[in-house]
């Protein structure tokens, strides 16, 4: 099945600087690549996603790449302010019908501090 | 803005002990998940529904695992003999059309096993 590895586990940043954590995938029939945001007390929250179509994916402040060749894809946060601290979550779907569920990595709790 | 909710919060039970943990998804979702995810570790999926049955399960979803959409607007997921590795938050899902789309959590439930 599916693997999911996420780095790093923690990180800590200064308000106003960048920060990136990355997965890495096994299974090259994976196709679907959401990151999670998950608050203290609440349920993850999707905050970004990408397909295996595309290279790359803004929102705002928020963006994540996808290299499908490396299996590995990143979520990158620039300008992060102190409400950006949460534990964030990549996950990847195969989506074969038959064969479609997510698989997460562990989480990276960011931290940032103003 | 629509959210997915579950009851209860947290549930404490004895080992052995039959739980019957509660959702209701968005209310114009057609697909449904249940999620675990043990303290510290990564969510793991559990079981999707769809059309009033099971599409997809894990090897974490064996016979002591089922679940219900027992009327229009709830989705249980039941335990029938809680075993202490049981013990983990149990977050629920919803989505409005294939696994490829986003994917709404609620806040999770607490279960103990004592």
């Known amino acids: 099945g599916e693997n999911v590895e996420q780095h790093p586990s923690t990180l800590s940043v200064q308000e106003g600087d960048s920060a990136v954590i990355k997965c890495t995938y096994s299974d090259s029939a994976s196709n679907y690549f959401p990151w999670y945001k998950q608050e203290l007390g609440k349920g993850p929250q999707l905050i970004i996603d990408?397909?295996?179509?595309?290279g790359e994916k803004k929102d705002q402040r928020i963006a994540v790449t996808l290299n499908k060749t490396a299996k590995h894809f990143s979520l990158h946060i620039t300008e992060t302010q102190p409400e950006d601290s949460a534990v964030y979550f990549c996950?990847?779907?195969?989506?074969?019908?038959?064969?479609?569920?997510?698989?997460f990595g562990k989480g990276t709790m960011l931290l940032v501090s103003p | 803005e629509p959210e997915v909710t579950q009851t209860p919060s947290h549930q404490v039970t004895q080992m052995g002990q039959e739980v019957i943990l509660r959702c209701v998804p968005i209310s114009n979702h057609l697909y449904f998940y249940w999620y675990r995810q043990i303290l510290g570790q990564k969510v793991e999926f559990l079981v999707s529904?769809?059309?009033?049955?099971?599409?997809?399960k894990s090897e974490i979803f064996d016979d002591q695992f089922s679940v219900e959409r027992p009327d229009g607007s709830n989705f249980t997921l039941k335990i029938r003999s809680t075993k202490l590795e049981d013990s983990a938050m149990y977050f629920c899902a919803s989505g409005t059309a294939s696994p490829q789309d986003e994917q709404f959590f609620g806040p999770g439930t607490r279960l103990t096993v004592l």
């Open positions: 996950a990847a779907l195969r989506g074969n019908s038959g064969y479609s569920t997510l698989t």
């Open positions: 529904f769809y059309n009033n049955e099971i599409s997809e």
């Open positions: 990408i397909r295996s179509n595309v």
